[in-house]
Antibody, heavy 121, light 112 residues
Framework: QVQLVQSGAEVKKPGASVKVSCKTSGYTFTNYGITWVRQVPGQGLEWMGWINIYNGKTNYAQNLQGRVTMTTDRSTSTAYMELRRLTYDDTAVYYC??????????????WGQGTLVTVSS | QSVLTQPPSVSGAPGQRVTISCTGSSSNIGAGYEVHWYQQLPGTAPKLLIYDTTYRPSGVPDRFSGSKSGTSASLAITGLQAGDEADYYCQSYDSSLSGPWVFGGGTKVAVL
């Protein structure tokens, strides 16, 4: 079955960078997209961006432009999300999810288990 | 402020029917884009509940249903159960600068 397994929790200092991985299995990696969503503890879901694995194109949320980069490694069917210049407001659980196709109207399913990133001095 | 507006909470007794609204605009739901719903049980990752406005993934009970009209969409839960206590989020495509994908702010369902 399709599975997305994310890397473990991270603690970073303000100004640092974090790179979260999302290892996929159970499907043809290049036929779908991967999206990243974050959730500040106790708050709602915030869409961060996505990568079309077939052609490598990315699309990021406007408020994260310039700080976020999404990449993939086709050899290991793994997606990565790097966020730079971290601030306390970036403390959140970060989720990856499979985009059910390569269309703008596709849903996200399944999701990874989430990775808690804590920004603390 | 979310682009898609949901009520913060709804509640109902076991067995009752509750509905959750998701109000958008002409740049998302009103433009005809599909709406998806996710259920997030406490301490877990979100799970797809309804896709393409009205369809249920395999394994989702038919107590859950989705609909859309104009610039709004709705999720209905019939025969409410204790296990339905969760946060529910709507999501759609948005053609404005907010997008391209946006979520509602989430609705907490409480079973009384």
């Amino acid at each position: 079955q399709v599975q997305l397994v994310q890397s473990g929790a991270e603690v970073k200092k303000p100004g640092a960078s974090v790179k979260v991985s999302c290892k996929t299995s159970g499907y043809t990696f290049t036929n779908y997209g991967i999206t990243w969503v974050r959730q500040v503890p106790g708050q709602g879901l915030e869409w961060m961006g996505w990568i079309n694995i077939y052609n490598g194109k990315t699309n990021y949320a406007q408020n994260l432009q310039g700080r976020v980069t999404m990449t993939t490694d086709r050899s290991t069917s793994t997606a990565y999300m790097e966020l730079r210049r971290l601030t306390y407001d970036d403390t959140a659980v970060y989720y990856c999810a499979m985009v059910q196709g390569l269309s703008i109207e596709n849903s996200f399913d399944p999701w990874g288990q989430g990775t808690l990133v804590t920004v603390s001095s | 402020q979310s682009v898609l507006t949901q009520p913060p909470s709804v509640s109902g007794a076991p067995g009752q029917r509750v509905t959750i609204s998701c109000t958008g605009s002409s740049s998302n739901i009103g433009a005809g884009y599909e709406v998806h719903w996710y259920q997030q049980l406490p301490g877990t990752a979100p799970k797809l509940l309804i896709y393409d406005t009205t369809y249920r993934p395999s394994g989702v009970p038919d107590r859950f249903s989705g609909s859309k009209s104009g610039t709004s969409a709705s999720l209905a839960i019939t025969g409410l159960q204790a296990g339905d206590e969760a946060d529910y989020y709507c999501q759609s495509y948005d053609s404005s600068l907010s997008g391209p994908w946006v979520f509602g702010g989430g609705t907490k369902v409480a079973v009384l």
